[in-house]
């Protein structure tokens, strides 16, 4: 009989043997079994089975300080878990790399009086590098395990602030004796380049690839040697506007793009934080589950890998890693940067079409970001659909202007307060923001004074991200309006003027342009259509760059 416990202990296993752990400790317990079948099917490890779980904690630091490897430590549930403190408080203290394994029960057995269950999650909270309680088990989270097995034993061995010891709670459900399945194939993170580490590339960059710069601290700031990057390697950049790279050359309808299917790459390079596309999410998947290297340079250690991808992290500045990567980079095929320059025409030029000169959510911040590059000033994009609009449809141009979002959390909280807060150095600002956001932080507005900013506020009548949900075509009307449009009863510009902004409507294109430079602080009011016309608009978008990729590629058999 076989288990997905099983399964799962015996990936976590395969990853350990296979990054260099040596050593694993069992003490004697029954729920614990999963993983001590697991870690006793491998003849590499040196299996080592200790009646008390405090000296088996010590024991496990002898090997690792001999070693100088992770050391497994398995024990049962409950206070066979509380035992082993000693032992992680010592492993944190000294810096000695401990993967500490503790089996707790299924959670439909906590909180009743079941025997030998303690609360566990964060059972040693201020002695762990790192801690995790996966819960329990199953065929759809079998993607997740390498990955979890990888950063365990980086977390240990290399992580931030130095070797220590690692906690996973692994919580598993009866039957408890059975045999594991086919393990997952695809490959968890095979690189792992932590700061301090001398810097080399686990091989030269080579092929087709793509290069997706996002946003965030964690992006190039020397967007120059970027470019040059992918120039020398032949890969289309693709640039998400807050990353500063969105000049010309570069991909910037890359969302439209991918939906078109296009060739898988061999290599993936991930800068900064992650785009909102879920289509460029999926092409990146594609070309992984194709056999893809997947890079994620990761100056933070966050392990930024939500759809468990990545083969290799680097933990390191990224401009020193750009500068690295030049070094050996070879050309690839020409053909493959063209098509990708050809794509990006044809969408383009989709995109001007489709929009037309009609205002609409999408026009604006195109409208928008191309006035912002043109006179230097910072733009700040609200959740949910501005920050994606800009993302999707802001141009590519020679000087590229400066774009944030709050996508620390992704919420809407705070927007018209940090639109005044970048303006206050005096830059002119921009803040491109839903009804629903400038009105959820409008106690930002009191004592403003003379601010440079501009609030461009896209008026549809509540919250338009929840158009492009499920939610919309599976709910009556009725019940969505109530539950997800929140159409406001406050007004925009009665609310605006109240606090002695000037307020000012934009009802055409022509009018909205002309208003980019009117004197700050002020709000642009742009009344819209209703919110199913706006997934309207985007679908059509799409399908227009769909129909125009399509065409060329039909031209050019």
């Not at 009743?112 to 309680?133: C, H, N, Y």
Request: proline share 7%; net charge negative.
């Amino acid at each position: 009989m076989t288990s997905v416990a099983a399964t799962m202990c015996a990936t976590l296993v395969d990853e350990w043997v296979s990054a260099g752990v040596t050593d694993a400790v069992v003490c004697p317990g029954s729920r614990s079994t999963p993983l001590a079948l697991a870690l006793a099917a491998r003849p590499e490890l040196s299996l080592h089975v200790k009646l008390d779980e405090r000296s088996a904690a010590f024991f496990a630091i002898g090997r690792s300080l001999e070693t100088g490897m992770p050391t497994v430590i398995c024990t049962t549930s409950g206070t066979a878990a509380a035992e082993l403190h000693a032992g992680v408080v010592e492993a944190h203290q000294a810096k000695v790399p401990l993967l500490v394994c503790t089996a707790d029960r299924p959670p439909e057995l906590h909180f009743v009086g079941a025997p030998q269950t303690i609360e566990q999650d964060g059972l040693f909270p201020a002695a762990t590098r790192w801690a995790v309680a996966p819960g329990v088990a199953d065929q759809t989270t079998a993607s997740t395990w390498r990955p979890l097995g990888a950063r365990a034993f980086a977390e240990a061995l290399s992580g931030p602030l130095g070797p220590g010891p690692v906690h996973l709670n692994l919580a598993f459900r009866e039957p408890l004796v059975a045999e594991p399945d086919a393990l997952p194939r695809r490959p968890a993170p095979a690189v792992v380049r932590p700061r301090g580490v001398e810097y080399a590339l686990a091989e030269p960059l080579r092929g087709r690839g793509v290069i997706i710069a996002g946003g965030g601290a964690g992006a190039p700031s020397d967007t120059a040697q970027l470019a040059e990057l992918a120039r020398t390697l032949g890969w289309p950049l693709c640039a998400d506007p807050r990353s500063g790279a969105r000049t010309e050359g570069t991909i910037a309808a890359a969302d439209a793009i991918v939906r078109t299917d296009p060739a898988p790459a061999e290599v993936v390079v991930l800068l900064g934080d992650r785009w909102l596309s879920k289509e460029l999410a999926a092409y990146v998947r594609r070309c992984a589950h194709s056999g893809a290297r997947v890079i994620a340079v990761d100056p933070w250690w966050q392990w930024v890998d939500p759809d468990h991808v990545v083969s290799e992290f680097y933990a390191l500045d990224p401009d020193a890693w750009v500068a690295g990567a030049l070094l050996g980079a070879t050309a690839s095929d020409p053909r493959w940067l063209q098509s990708w320059h050809a794509m990006e025409a044809s969408a383009q030029a989709a995109i001007d079409v489709t929009l037309g000169r009609e205002l609409s959510e999408p026009f604006v911040a195109r409208a928008l970001a191309r006035h912002a590059s043109e006179v230097g000033a910072a733009v700040l994009a609200s959740a949910s659909m501005p920050m994606r609009d800009l993302e999707w449809y802001a141009p590519a141009s020679v000087h590229p202007g400066v774009v944030h979002a709050n996508r620390g959390a992704n919420g809407i909280d705070g927007v018209v307060s940090t639109a005044l807060g970048m303006a206050a150095s005096g830059r002119r600002t921009f803040a491109l923001l839903g009804d629903l956001a400038f009105l959820y932080d409008v106690s930002g507005l009191v004592n403003i004074a003379a601010a440079p900013c501009t609030f461009v506020v896209l008026d549809n009548g509540g919250g338009g991200i929840f158009s492009f949900l499920p939610q919309a075509s599976e709910l009556d009307p009725e019940r969505f309006e109530l539950l997800f449009g929140t159409r406001p009863s406050s007004k925009v510009a009665d609310v605006a003027a109240g606090f002695g902004l000037n307020v000012h409507e934009a009802n055409s294109a022509s009018a909205l342009e002309a208003l980019f430079d009117a004197p700050a602080p002020s709000v642009i009011r742009v009344a819209l259509p209703s919110r199913s016309d706006n997934t309207m608009v985007h679908a059509a978008i799409n399908e227009a760059v769909a129909r125009a990729i399509r065409s060329r590629r039909h031209s050019q058999r």
